[in-house]
């Protein structure tokens, strides 16, 4: 318990620290940049195909299952419509991008920390926290928004093209049911969702990058610990953002 | 791709993912980017199932949908999009409709033939069309009086026809029968009765004839005699024929009487309307046995369970 | 120039050191020795506040450097350049960008200037020729030595090495032991060279300080070292001689 609390406060006391020294992160604006390629740009063709794939699996797995002739087929587009927009384009993304954004940052880190290059980086006078924990967490929240918005697109237009192929709804049945369940808020869930799961998913990998110790097993460690926390915690906000705001 | 430098690969992507989500947000919202577009309003007492995204019909084309909802005191205010339209002609009603048996309701817009159109922003007489369920209340409404009104038939003939076999009725059939069976009876023996007199009278004629033959010339006061009891006999006879015609008479105004639907028997036997309309009756109940049975959802939506989805 | 007072640290349980009390003055170069394990990395790393001690003071030019508020810290850690024992660069960017790294960050230099300066730095080193090669393609005291032209490139008041010739050939850990003497010479520099290879104490130290049993055991000049009467650092001088005669290098 202790143990668990120590960790709680070590974690407060890093983002408190990349939050206190926030003024002078306009210096580090290219690792800003550097970031949001790796964590953003870099990402988006896995999240646009698993995006994808998930509008296009939901369509044919909702088209088997409602097999009722008295539901009309735009029910299906309208289920796998705001089931995306509410609740998959945000966190299948983020629980790919944990492995993907999470795993990378933490090890970075991590071997960072545990060849010195952190202890050589505050010798020469850089704020670590500030210099390499502040621009990876603000390019997970800035561009997870960005990753939900094309995981949407990319599972809706799965969804219609899966439709349109197999035959279980044309395309018109799709964006009738799509659109008749549209609901601007859904897509502000969305993004609230996003930006939560990518402060989750960088700062714990942060988190635990930074504080590794131990050499390439520590490493090994770290960044298993981060990907298995971020997506425990992802699945935790995820019930809380849903039993919060809904 | 170094090309392009990482703040334009960002930059390029934040804007690309703004720009999709806005065009995805207009196409779900179904507002479209270019030509002309307006709005309207209007109130209903209840949209049941309206909500923003739904679809607006007019001539059965998707001419726009809905925008917003909202309760308005008492009324619930609709405000809906067109777009790719001229105009709404003036005078035309908005009619929430149901579009299909779940229950998705639409909006379909009744043209009037006004030539002036409806303002942007304007409002448009709204109405709630009750739809399946409502037709189908509809239709329980109308066949309610019809069936009353059959079996009212049904009653007031049942009734005719005990009254008729119980009270005097009773007796009248009897009279009548028993007169009929009297009538033949009386006919039959005076046919028989005269056959005889009939077959005598032809063989004394016959004799008569031959006599007179012989007697014509040496008796001719007895064949004076003889024809003058000739005349009797044909006076008779006419007599004979006149009863069997008045018979018949009364036999054809008894038959006549029953043909033309005269007391409550004729009228059974006659009247086709009341035929006609057990039959109808008969044949709606069928119907609706049908169609309870091939398709009960058509009931269950009466029974609204289409709500729980 | 460097006060340490009373400086005790553990991490958890163990003790590493207690009540240290050292003084580095300016313009010379202390050699600290010690068993690996000792503790004389964590030591150094308190002489720049990059661990924080259980108790005790580092004095750096009068101020306590456990006091500072963060800029002022930040201004006292860059009159320190730092050889990290594996060099620490930055293994993204290329060996010249490490050793520009601190002035595109802390300089208002222009860009050629940087590269001037840092190619300067580069030749102090020996490895002018080191070009557009990334940290991978290097060898461990290629590393150390671009390690070293990135410590001194903010032109610092103090040098720390830490093991800077573990892991080395003999003929690269001379050439890395001249090139210590030519910072101190040269720069006038002051050095906190932490070390284990007396063969190095030896070549570069004007005086030594060893740790032993979670204490500073014994500190004084080189020469004092050789006639000091204590049993642990000449068993621990001894060991270093015996594998240099071994290994056939004479002092």
């Given amino acids: 318990m202790s143990k668990l609390l120590n960790e709680l406060g070590r974690y407060c006391r890093l983002l408190y620290e990349a939050l206190r020294s926030s003024t002078e992160f306009s210096k580090y604006r290219k690792n800003l940049i550097n970031e949001m390629i790796k ?56 629980l790919v991008l944990s492995g993907r954004v999470g795993a990378r940052i933490t090890t970075e880190l991590g071997t960072m920390s545990v060849s010195e290059q952190i202890d050589a980086l505050e010798s020469m006078g850089f704020n670590s926290v500030t210099f390499l924990v502040m621009p990876r967490i603000i390019a997970g929240v800035l561009m997870f928004p960005v990753i939900y918005i094309a995981a949407s697109v990319a599972g809706i237009g799965g969804g219609l093209l899966a439709g349109w192929v197999t035959g279980a709804l044309s395309v018109s049945d799709y964006m009738i049911g799509s659109r008749s369940v549209f609901l601007p808020w859904d897509v502000m869930f969305g993004i609230v969702k996003s930006f939560v799961f990518g402060f989750i998913i960088t700062s714990i990998a942060c988190y635990k990058g930074y504080y590794a110790s131990g050499g390439a097993e520590g490493v090994g460690n770290a960044t298993t610990q981060a990907t298995v926390l971020s997506c425990i915690y992802i699945l935790l906000a995820d019930f809380s953002l849903a039993a919060l705001l809904l | ?156 003939f049942m009734a005719e026809l005990d009254m008729l076999l119980k009270d005097g009725g009773r007796q009248n059939l009897d009279g009548i029968f028993a007169n009929l069976n009297r009538t033949t009876t009386n006919i039959d023996r005076l046919v028989e009765e005269k056959h005889s007199e009939l077959a005598e009278s032809v063989d004394r004629f016959n004799s008569i004839l031959a006599n007179v033959d012989t007697l014509s010339a040496d008796r001719k006061e007895q064949v004076d005699t003889v024809l003058v009891n000739l005349e009797e006999t044909t006076e008779e006879m006419k007599q004979l024929t006149r009863e069997l015609n008045q018979l018949s008479a009364g036999l054809n105004e008894t038959v006549y009487k029953l043909n033309h639907g005269e007391g409550s028997l004729g009228r059974m036997l006659n009247d086709p309307s009341l035929y006609n309309n057990l039959d109808s009756l008969a044949y709606g109940l069928n119907n609706a046995v049908k169609k309870l049975n091939e398709d009960p959802r058509h009931f269950l939506k009466h029974m609204r369970l289409v709500d729980i989805f | 120039m460097i006060e340490i007072r009373n400086l005790t640290k553990s991490f958890g349980q163990t003790l590493v050191w207690s009540d240290v009390n050292l003084a580095v003055e300016e313009g010379e170069t202390l050699a600290i020795i010690g068993k690996s394990g000792s503790g004389k990395s964590v030591l150094m790393k308190h002489m720049n506040a990059l661990l924080i001690p259980d108790s005790g003071q580092v004095l750096i030019k009068g101020r306590n450097i456990f006091d500072l508020a963060y800029a002022e810290l930040r201004k006292v850690r860059q009159t320190f350049g730092i050889l990290f024992q594996g060099g620490a660069l930055f293994d993204s960017i290329t060996a010249f960008d490490n050793v520009a790294f601190p002035l595109r960050y802390f300089s208002n230099l222009s860009e050629p200037e940087i590269r001037d300066k840092s190619m300067q730095c580069l030749e102090q080193v ?126």
């Avoid at chain 1, 953003?40 to 409602?66: K, R, W």
């Avoid at chain 2, 109405?127 to 019809?146: C, M, S, W």
Wanted: proline share 3%; charged share 20%.
């Fill in chain 3, 126 to 251: 020996n490895l002018a020729d080191i070009g557009q090669k990334t940290t991978a393609e290097l060898s461990g005291g290629m590393k150390k030595r671009v390690g070293l032209a990135r410590a001194i490139v903010l032109e610092p008041e103090c040098l720390l090495y830490d093991e800077p010739t573990s892991g080395l050939d003999p003929e690269t850990s001379d050439e890395i032991n001249d090139l210590i003497i030519r910072m101190a010479d040269e720069l006038e520099i002051t050095s906190v060279v932490i070390t284990h290879d007396m063969h190095s104490v030896l070549r570069v130290a004007d005086r030594a300080a060893f740790i032993d049993k979670q204490k500073l055991s014994w500190h004084g000049t080189i020469d004092e070292m050789k006639v000091a009467d204590h049993e642990d650092l000449h068993r621990f001088i001894s060991a270093s001689e015996y594998h240099i005669s071994k290994t056939g290098v004479t002092s």
């Fill in chain 2, 1 to 156: 791709m170094n090309r392009y430098s990482n703040e334009i690969k960002v930059g390029i992507t934040i804007i690309a993912a703004i720009l999709v989500a806005f065009v995805g947000f207009r196409i779900l919202q179904d507002i479209p980017f270019f030509g002309r577009t307006f709005s309207l309003h209007t109130y209903y007492e209840r949209v049941d199932g309206i909500s923003p995204g739904a679809t607006v019909y007019m001539s059965g084309v998707k001419v726009g949908s809905v925008r917003q909802v909202q309760l308005v005191g008492d009324s619930v205010r609709v405000d809906m999009g067109f777009s790719d339209l001229e105009g709404i002609p003036k005078g035309s009603l908005a009619v929430i409709e149901a579009t299909d048996l779940l229950g998705t309701r639409a909006i379909v817009i009744r043209k009037s033939t006004q030539p002036e159109f409806i303002e942007d922003g304007g409002y448009i007489k709204g109405e709630f069309d009750e739809g399946i369920a409502g037709q189908f209340r509809q239709y329980g409404d109308e066949i309610v009086p019809k069936i009353s009104e059959s079996t009212e038939h049904i009653g007031s």
């Fill in chain 1, 39 to 94: 964590t953003g740009y870099d990402s988006l063709p896995i999240v646009i195909l698993a995006g994808f794939f998930t509008g296009a699996v939901m369509t044919i797995q909702t088209a088997y299952q409602l097999v009722a002739a008295f539901i009309p087929a735009s029910t299906i587009g309208a289920i796998v419509t705001q089931s995306l927009l509410i609740e998959l384009a945000a966190v299948i993304p983020a």
